[in-house]
């Protein structure tokens, strides 16, 4: 399979240049191990048989021995690896010697040494549009956190297009499959998840079907703010047992160390008016394509159901966003005041520079959008935060353009870093 050029690269190269190791953290498949490998000069996988495990956990020096940058895969099945390496990196005092690549976090009474000054963390996910070629990049993330001005462009695509990438995802893997192919993988990647690697990265053994269950409430509340009562509450409707609302934390907790949940925080921003914000996080899975497999769905009887396929395309683009974000020193949230009134996603840079997105799947009630994110705006107070730099409406299909009342219209396929 060919290699497909990530754009998380140049942050691993600069992270590299400067620091004495990088820890790629991402969930399992999304191609880490591959991005790494072009970086690295040696490399040990601790996951791949029991003798690497062993070197490790006896000597981690041997472990850690080899021409640098030394790729250490699945680090956390070690642990204490990770504060090996933090020693060999004060020994050599020299950058450029390690590179990390795990898809879970760490329990917490596990301890180790935060890595502060020694090792950078970047976070990966699976492929973008831009990166698998369905976005031409056109309008670039960085442009839109700079100015309002876009150039008129489209890059044609079509609604069962879409919603076939929606089903098979953004995993390097599945380049080239079918879809049908892809749903059998994204299904067994479901089971994997369900049957072993959840009760391993919680060290408990879990009950398989709650924690179906409860995935399955997560896939269908995507892109919402479901909170721990509605998800209990869905889980209680679909088993033979109850689960508590301190079981459901813990079910959720594990999908976060595995890296398969994803939050989106609120914006915490200065408004005139006196409505307060919402506080509670909206909820994605890693990738669309893992709520289309949980529930059994493919792009037909997403096309019958296109409310649900909404809110798959605002977590398609949040995904997106996410990782041009990473590009442009910027982080995601979301907005919505104890008025009603939100907007999709905020993307803000460390020095306050935001722009504003809402999402539609079709080019359809683009006025009603236009007007929503122009009272948004009109409400924040300048005086305290920044003003937009751009105000945005991403669709699926149809032509990028900035309307008459200043506010842009740009498709998926033309959005990049």
């Known amino acids: 399979m060919k290699y497909v050029t990530r754009n998380i690269e140049k942050q691993l190269k600069d992270a590299l240049d400067s620091s004495g190791a990088v820890f790629l953290r991402g969930i399992k498949a999304c191609g880490k191990t591959e991005t790494a490998l072009r970086f690295a000069k040696s490399s040990i ?7 690497n495990k062993l070197l490790a956990e006896v000597s981690p020096s041997d472990a850690l021995d080899g021409p640098t940058p030394r790729l250490v895969d699945e680090w956390q099945e070690v642990p204490n690896i990770w504060n090996n390496i933090k020693v060999e990196i004060d020994k050599r005092k020299i950058s450029k010697q390690f590179i990390l690549a795990g898809s879970s976090t760490l329990q917490d009474d596990i301890k180790i040494h935060s890595g502060a000054g020694r090792i950078i963390t970047l976070d990966m996910s699976t492929l973008s549009w831009q990166e698998l070629g369905y976005s031409n990049g056109s309008v670039s993330l960085a442009t839109l956190l700079d100015s309002n001005t876009i150039k008129s462009t489209q ?5 069962k297009s879409i919603l ?10 599945l380049i080239g499959k079918s879809e049908s192919s892809a749903i059998t993988i994204n299904r067994s990647y479901i089971d994997l998840l369900l049957s072993d690697d959840i009760s391993r990265v919680s060290g408990v053994k879990r009950n398989r079907q709650k924690a179906e269950k409860i995935l399955q409430s997560l896939a269908r509340n995507i892109a919402t703010t479901v909170d721990i009562s509605t998800i209990a509450t869905d889980t209680v409707a679909n088993t033979d047992s109850n689960v508590s609302r301190q079981a459901t934390y813990d079910y959720l907790d594990d999908f976060n160390r595995l890296l398969i949940l994803v939050n989106q925080p609120a914006w915490n921003v200065h408004i005139r008016s006196s409505a307060s914000l919402r506080v509670t996080p909206k909820r994605h899975l890693a990738d669309p394509s893992l709520s289309c497999a949980t529930l059994g769905l493919s792009s037909d009887s997403l096309f019958h159901d296109l409310n649900f396929a909404g809110f798959l395309f605002e977590s398609q683009v949040f995904h997106d966003l996410s990782v041009y974000a990473s590009q442009n020193d910027s982080s995601l949230s979301y907005y919505r005041d104890s008025f009603g009134n939100e907007v999709d996603i905020i993307v803000e840079k460390r020095d306050g520079s935001w722009a504003a997105f809402e999402v539609k799947l079709g080019d359809v009630e683009l006025d009603l959008a236009s007007k929503k994110l122009l009272n948004f705006a009109n409400n924040i107070d300048t005086k305290k935060s920044k003003a937009p730099s751009s105000l945005n409406i991403v669709t699926g299909t149809g032509l990028a353009y900035t309307r008459a009342d200043g506010v842009n219209v740009l498709t998926l396929s033309v959005l990049g870093a």
């Open 155 to 159: 890059n044609q695509t079509t609604l």
């Open 45 to 51: 996988n601790l996951q791949e048989n029991s003798r």
């Open 164 to 173: 076939r990438r929606l089903v098979v995802g953004g995993w390097p893997s």
